[in-house]
T-cell receptor, first 115, second 114 residues
Framework: AQSVTQLDSQVPVFEEAPVELRCNYS??????LFWYVQYPNQGLQLLLK??????LVKGINGFEAEFNKSQTTFHLRKPSVHISDTAEYFC?????????????FGGGTRVLVKP | DTGVSQNPRHKITKRGQNVTFRCDPI?????LYWYRQTLGQGPEFLTY????????KSRLLSDRFSAERPKGSFSTLEIQRTEQGDSAMYLC????????????FGPGTRLLVL
């Protein structure tokens, strides 16, 4: 079984400051890792994903994440946030190479960007 | 727009009533997933289809819940005898079966059971 823990439920940050959202996962098999963003009353939008290869993954809107297999982490970073980055962010994992690839999500981190 | 669509976007019902939601996936995607998201939580997997076959169901999917995808295109999720605990956002996602690691989500249907 897989599980995902997002260590921070809320992260307040000032505009143009950097932000890091932490994601720890556990799995007994190889995994694919994802970060999704959810704006109020909307569905999930994919920010970035790690399937294989380079452990540093770049996504949309200036976000990047680093896969650390030994520490089982997939932290999300942005060097300079904007007001429009205010949203909820979800880390998710699926079993690599498995049929179905259902996603297991963390509890989410709410980012509030302050002017 | 060829993204995943869901209808209705909002549904208010009284306890004990039946409700049905519809999901239209991205046209070339043959996998379709249903998730449930309660307030302040991450989405939880309910079930998924490959074409018309329902291949996995979560233990969260009680016998009051039924999902279908009769022609391998759109899917419906029905909840019978709704309970207040069914209030949640119901999300649909789709992906390809080959190279289909990424799921694309619809806007969701928000259900409120009074």
């Amino acid at each position: 079984a897989q599980s995902v823990t997002q260590l921070d439920s809320q992260v307040p940050v000032f505009e143009e400051a950097p932000v890091e959202l932490r994601c720890n996962y556990s799995s007994s098999v190889s995994v694919y890792l994802f970060w999704y963003v959810q704006y109020p009353n909307q569905g999930l939008q994919l920010l970035l994903k790690y399937l294989s290869g380079s452990t540093l993954v770049k996504g949309i809107n200036g976000f990047e994440a680093e896969f650390n297999k030994s520490q089982t982490t997939f932290h999300l970073r942005k060097p300079s946030v904007h007001i429009s980055d205010t949203a909820e962010y979800f880390c998710a994992v699926s079993e690599g190479g498995a049929a179905g690839n259902k996603l297991t999500f963390g509890g989410g981190t709410r980012v509030l960007v302050k002017p | 727009d060829t993204g995943v669509s869901q209808n209705p976007r909002h549904k208010i019902t009284k306890r004990g009533q039946n409700v049905t939601f519809r999901c239209d996936p991205i046209s070339e995607h043959n996998r379709l997933y249903w998730y449930r998201q309660t307030l302040g939580q991450g989405p939880e997997f309910l079930t998924y289809f490959q074409n018309e076959a329902q291949l996995e169901k979560s233990r969260l999917l009680s016998d009051r819940f039924s999902a279908e995808r009769p022609k391998g295109s759109f899917s419906t999720l029905e909840i019978q005898r709704t309970e207040q605990g069914d209030s949640a956002m119901y999300l649909c996602a789709s992906s390809q079966s080959v190279g289909g690691e990424t799921q694309y989500f619809g806007p969701g249907t928000r259900l409120l059971v009074l």
